[in-house]
C-alpha cells in the first residue's frame, strides 16, 4: 500500500498540515475515490468538485464561458480555472484538476480520445501538463487519475519546475 | 455490462431526459466514477460534489450546522439536505447522496464502522435508508456506492414507496 501515491501524498500532507482539493471532468470522481481509499484522509482531503457538465464547470469552479469556448474543456486553461476554482470553493491549499476526453466517443483530429491536461494550483504557483492516453474509457480515467496523483506527489517532493 | 446498475440507470435517464447529480462523503466520488464508466453518461450527469470535510458539506451542499451538530453526518437528516444542497446547486431533476463511516476509525457504539445512509430527492418526493456493511474501508465504500446506485434504479423504476 505505502508505494502508492496516494498513501505517499497522505503522509506528506498530514505531516505538512495542507489540505487538499480536486476539481474532476473525466475522471468522474476517480481521483477522489482513490485519495480516500487511505484510512485517515479526512484529514487533509476537503473533497472534490465532479463538474462533468461544462454548465457545473462554470457554476461550481468559476470557469468562465469565454474561457470554455476560447480554449476548449480539454486545454491548459480550463484546467487552471477548475483548480483555481476548486481550490477557492474548497478553501484548500492545493488543488489538482483533471479534464480529458476518455472515449470511446468526443475525439477530435487535434484532440483525440486520451488527450487529457492535468493542473495543480498551490500557493506558490501553478501548473498543468497535457498527457495522451491509449487505452479504452476505463483506461483511460485510471490512467488520468494516476497522473493527476503523480503530479501531486511531484509538487509535493519539489519536482515540478517552477 | 448490462446488468450494472449504472448502466440501467443510464438507459432510462437517457429516455428520459433526466439530469442526475450526486452529493458524496464516505464514497469519496466513487458513485460519480461508476456513473462515468458508462460510455455516453455525459448526456445525463452533470457532476457530483464530493463533501469529505464537514465544512464543505455546509459551504457547497448547504448542510446547515445544526443539522450536523444535532443528528451526525451519518444520518437521514444529513443526507437529505446533502441531495437537496446537490440536486439545487447542480440544478439536476433526481440526486443521490451518501453518508456513512468506511472505517477502520470513526465507528461509535450506537454508528460502528459500516454504517451508511443512502438519500435520495427527485420531484416527487425523498427517501433516505441506512445499511449497515461489515467490510473494510474499500468493501465498505463499493458496497455504499452499489447501494446508491440500486435505490436510484428502483426509483427509477418505480419501487420506492412514496
New interface residues.
Given amino acids: 500500500m505505502d508505494a502508492l501515491p496516494e498513501a505517499l501524498i497522505g503522509n506528506i500532507l498530514k505531516a505538512r498540515g495542507l489540505k487538499l482539493a ?1 476539481a ?1 471532468s ?8 482513490r ?3 487511505i ?4 484529514e487533509y ?9 461544462y ?2 464547470k462554470v ?2 469552479l468559476g470557469v468562465s464561458w469565454e474561457t470554455l469556448n476560447s480554449y476548449g474543456a480539454v486545454s491548459r486553461e480550463t484546467v487552471l480555472a477548475m483548480a483555481h476554482g476548486a481550490r477557492n ?3 484548500g491549499d492545493i488543488a489538482i484538476s483533471v479534464s480529458g476526453i ?4 468526443g475525439g477530435m483530429p487535434e484532440k483525440p480520445v486520451g488527450t487529457t491536461w492535468i493542473g495543480l494550483v498551490a500557493s506558490d504557483g501553478a501548473w498543468a501538463s497535457e498527457f495522451q492516453f491509449t487505452g479504452n ?2 483506461e483511460n ?1 485510471s490512467s488520468s487519475a494516476t497522473a493527476a496523483l503523480q503530479m501531486l506527489l511531484d509538487y509535493l517532493q519539489g519536482k515540478l519546475q517552477t
Fill in positions: 480536486a474532476e473525466c475522471t468522474g470522481g476517480l481521483i477522489g475515490s485519495i480516500t481509499d484510512p485517515g484522509s479526512s482531503f476537503l473533497g472534490s468538485i465532479v463538474a462533468y457538465a454548465v457545473v457554476s461550481l470553493r474548497l478553501n476518455a472515449g470511446p466517443g474509457r476505463e480515467k
